[in-house]
C-alpha cells in the first residue's frame, strides 16, 4: 500500500460520500464486490486503470478529477470538491440562487473590509 493509494482511496471516499453513495451502492455500479470498494478506499487494495474510470463514471466525474491528489490532503480542498460536485448538477437558475444566497450568508458573516474601515473612522 503506497501512499498515493491511500490518497486516491481517500478522495474517491469523499467523492462517494459527496454522491450520496455507499459503498455497497457504488460496487453495484461498477460491477465489484463492496469489499473492494471498502479495500480500495482504505489503501489496502489498488485499483486499474479501467476500474478507476468506472468509479469516476458512476461518481459523475471525470477521471483526471478523480486522481488530482496534490490538494486532496486540505479540508479547503476537501469542502472545494464536495461543492463543485454538487454545483456540477445545477441548472444555470440554481446556481446563479445559490451564488446570491452566498454572497448574502458571507455579507453577515464576513462584514466587507470597507464597512469595517469606515466604521472605525
Do not use: C, Y
Not at 500500500?1 to 461498477?30: D, H
Not at 480500495?40 to 477521471?63: K, M
Not at 451564488?99 to 469606515?118: H, K, N, S, W
Amino acid at each position: 500500500m503506497s501512499a498515493i493509494e491511500e490518497k486516491l482511496g481517500r478522495r474517491v471516499a469523499v467523492l462517494r460520500k459527496s454522491a450520496g453513495l455507499t459503498q455497497a451502492k457504488l460496487a453495484e455500479l461498477i460491477g465489484v464486490q463492496p469489499e473492494h470498494i471498502s479495500r480500495f478506499e482504505t489503501g489496502a487494495r489498488g485499483a486499474s486503470l479501467e476500474t478507476l474510470a468506472n468509479i469516476a463514471e458512476a461518481l459523475g466525474v471525470e477521471l483526471h478529477e478523480l486522481v488530482r491528489l496534490a490538494e486532496a490532503e486540505r479540508p479547503e480542498a476537501l469542502a472545494m470538491t464536495r461543492l463543485l460536485w454538487f454545483a456540477s448538477r445545477l441548472s444555470e437558475t440554481e446556481i446563479e440562487l445559490l451564488m446570491t444566497v452566498g454572497a448574502a450568508v458571507l455579507d453577515v458573516i464576513r462584514p466587507r473590509r470597507g464597512r469595517l474601515t469606515q466604521r472605525s473612522e
